[in-house]
């Protein structure tokens, strides 16, 4: 297995985590756009909460295609909320208090988004279906997550906005809110001719 990482510290916090049952992966500092291997040199690629992260992400798509072998397959982790209005909502909140700071946020790909990409090189999906479950997160537990800006969504935020709009949408969230969903984790498993 290897794997390829832009950020030094996330590869080191997956070492940290791995036990003496599991087989060390090689890891590469890598951008996901330029990959340093040659072409057609995996049978499979496996992408997680990575490609929303990615500016330029039809590049990273390319590039996994690329290293791919003839007959490999990609694997993409998809994530679906049954409540769709949770999310919706304290988007709009979020995104009219940045307004209020003339800060915009980059419109980021839906799931959608991706797998026209890869109909669009020629692939074939099959999404199998992981794992279901209800999940309940206290909104305090939720707000410090938020807080700490652990969600890839609040770091292009410059600190001094993020902070201005915070306790106003605490505030909010704390009368609007509620962190009662149901989630499917599913996996879009891509092959090519």
């Known amino acids: 297995v290897t794997g390829a990482d832009i950020s030094h510290l996330m590869m080191e916090h997956l070492v940290d985590q791995l036990t003496p049952r599991h087989a060390p992966p090689d890891l590469v500092l890598a951008d996901a756009t330029r990959l340093p291997f040659a072409d057609a ?7 997680c909460h990575l490609l929303h992260l990615i500016p330029t992400w039809r590049q990273a798509v390319a590039e996994m295609r690329r290293v791919l072998q003839p007959g490999g397959v990609i694997i993409l982790h998809s994530e679906t909320n049954t409540d769709k209005t949770r999310p919706e909502r304290w988007t709009a909140k979020w995104n ?7 800060f915009i946020r980059r419109k980021r790909p ?6 026209q990409a890869f109909r669009e090189i020629g692939g074939r999906l099959r999404t199998a279906i992981i794992a279901e479950w209800e999940e309940h997160q206290p909104l305090s537990e939720y707000l410090e997550e938020v807080r700490n ?3 890839s969504w609040t770091w292009e935020i410059p600190e001094d906005i993020f902070e201005a709009c915070f306790d106003e949408f605490a505030e909010w969230a704390l009368t609007n809110m509620q962190l009662d969903r149901g989630v499917i984790y599913e996996m879009d498993i891509w092959t090519f001719d």
């Open 149 to 151: 800006r652990v969600h």
């Open 110 to 115: 839906e799931p959608w988004d991706f797998r």
């Open 96 to 102: 009219e208090l940045l307004a209020r700071h003339s």
């Open 41 to 47: 040199c995996f049978p499979a690629v496996m992408a």
